[in-house]
């Protein structure tokens, strides 16, 4: 069984690019603008299911054109949505992402809304019929409900530790897959080299995997209790927004289908420099058959 669900932001994104940052206080015409959806745990679905893997997205939306367009998207790529309650009178977690084309990189503005997580509205009864249940650390009341009925089942419990949100540390020790950005395990573990992070935070919580992303440096991963480096891969970047979100969806892909971790790194890694040669999200996601032939021709590694 290779299914995936994942509770967690849900996000519209309004993305506007530019050759460089603005100045303050100024009027200035955009190259580009577009929406999109997303958030770390649901493009991380869209991922998956860009590359086959069966995903669910289970959280509530509002009941307006918004949700509405975040429930199409979700379907449009492939993400079920059975497990989305609609809510009314209520508004939309967004964001307003400006992209530097220049340099690469992304600033983003961003405003939660006002969804209530209540856990009763949203429905897990099926849970068992999952491999693993991804986390990102929002939406709690209800990514909590969801942990006691994935242990209950056996079910993997997979968690994007891009940031450390209040109430995330109480639910460390439930999880299986851990994957943390150099932020988080830095924040969590108050040590700044990363490989005494890694063994801090495996002492303290006890995950089956545990990596540390560090964007371009790579990042590391605990493999028969040593802590090992993995390159990552040199390429023009376009666009950064959403290369933590597909390095997810991509190693969840890996170790579905008997990866190694250092393969899954690997693999998970090449899928993010892919993404990143491309502006926007959900587009730019490389096929199964890109990210291969991108592996095979040995890239330099950073």
């Given at each position: 069984m290779?299914k995936?669900?994942?509770?967690?932001a849900a996000v519209?994104d309004?993305?506007?690019?530019?050759?460089?940052?603005?100045?303050?206080?100024i009027k200035?015409?955009?190259?580009n603008?577009?929406?999109?959806?997303?958030?770390?745990?649901?493009?991380?679905l869209v991922c998956?299911?860009?590359?086959?893997?069966?995903?669910?997205?289970?959280?509530?939306?509002?009941?307006?054109?918004?949700?509405?367009?975040l429930?199409?998207e979700?379907?449009?790529?492939?993400?079920?949505t059975?497990?989305v309650h609609f809510?009314?009178?209520k508004?939309?977690f967004?964001?307003?992402?400006?992209?530097?084309k220049?340099?690469?990189?992304?600033?983003?503005?961003?405003?939660?809304?006002?969804?209530?997580?209540d856990?009763n509205?949203?429905s897990?009864?099926?849970?068992?019929?999952?491999s693993?249940?991804?986390?990102?650390?929002?939406?709690l009341?209800?990514?909590?409900k969801a942990?006691?009925?994935a242990k209950?089942s056996?079910?993997?419990i997979?968690?994007d530790?891009?940031t450390?949100y209040p109430?995330?540390?109480?639910i460390l020790?439930d999880?299986?897959?851990?994957?943390?950005s150099e932020?988080f395990?830095?924040t969590?573990t108050?040590?700044s080299?990363?490989v005494?992070a890694?063994?801090i935070i495996?002492?303290?919580?006890?995950?089956e995997i545990?990596?540390?992303?560090?964007?371009?440096e790579?990042g590391?991963y605990?493999?028969?209790d040593e802590?090992?480096h993995y390159?990552?891969?040199?390429v023009?970047?376009?666009?950064t927004n959403?290369?933590g979100?597909?390095f997810h969806g991509?190693?969840l892909?890996?170790?579905?289908?008997g990866y190694?971790?250092?393969?899954?790194?690997r693999?998970?890694?090449?899928?993010s420099a892919l993404?990143?040669?491309?502006?926007?999200m959900?587009?730019a996601?490389?096929?199964k058959e890109?990210?291969?032939?991108?592996i095979n021709?040995?890239?330099?590694l950073?």
């Amino acid at each position: 069984m290779k299914k995936v669900l994942g509770i967690g932001a849900a996000v519209l994104d309004t993305i506007i690019e530019m050759d460089s940052y603005p100045e303050e206080d100024i009027k200035i015409k955009a190259d580009n603008v577009f929406k999109t959806g997303g958030g770390p745990v649901s493009n991380a679905l869209v991922c998956l299911a860009k590359l086959g893997i069966e995903a669910g997205y289970a959280g509530i939306l509002p009941n307006n054109s918004d949700g509405i367009y975040l429930r199409d998207e979700f379907n449009r790529y492939g993400v079920d949505t059975k497990h989305v309650h609609f809510a009314n009178n209520k508004s939309a977690f967004t964001s307003y992402i400006i992209l530097n084309k220049t340099k690469g990189t992304r600033t983003c503005v961003f405003d939660r809304g006002d969804i209530e997580n209540d856990p009763n509205l949203v429905s897990l009864d099926d849970i068992d019929q999952y491999s693993i249940l991804h986390l990102d650390g929002n939406a709690l009341p209800i990514a909590k409900k969801a942990i006691e009925a994935a242990k209950a089942s056996h079910v993997k419990i997979s968690l994007d530790a891009g940031t450390l949100y209040p109430g995330v540390d109480a639910i460390l020790s439930d999880i299986d897959i851990l994957i943390a950005s150099e932020d988080f395990a830095r924040t969590l573990t108050k040590e700044s080299d990363l490989v005494k992070a890694v063994r801090i935070i495996r002492e303290l919580y006890h995950p089956e995997i545990l990596v540390v992303t560090a964007g371009k440096e790579g990042g590391y991963y605990l493999d028969n209790d040593e802590v090992h480096h993995y390159n990552a891969y040199r390429v023009e970047a376009v666009d950064t927004n959403g290369a933590g979100d597909t390095f997810h969806g991509a190693f969840l892909y890996a170790y579905l289908n008997g990866y190694t971790i250092q393969e899954a790194c690997r693999f998970a890694s090449a899928t993010s420099a892919l993404k990143c040669q491309k502006a926007g999200m959900r587009d730019a996601l490389p096929t199964k058959e890109e990210i291969t032939a991108f592996i095979n021709k040995g890239e330099t590694l950073c």
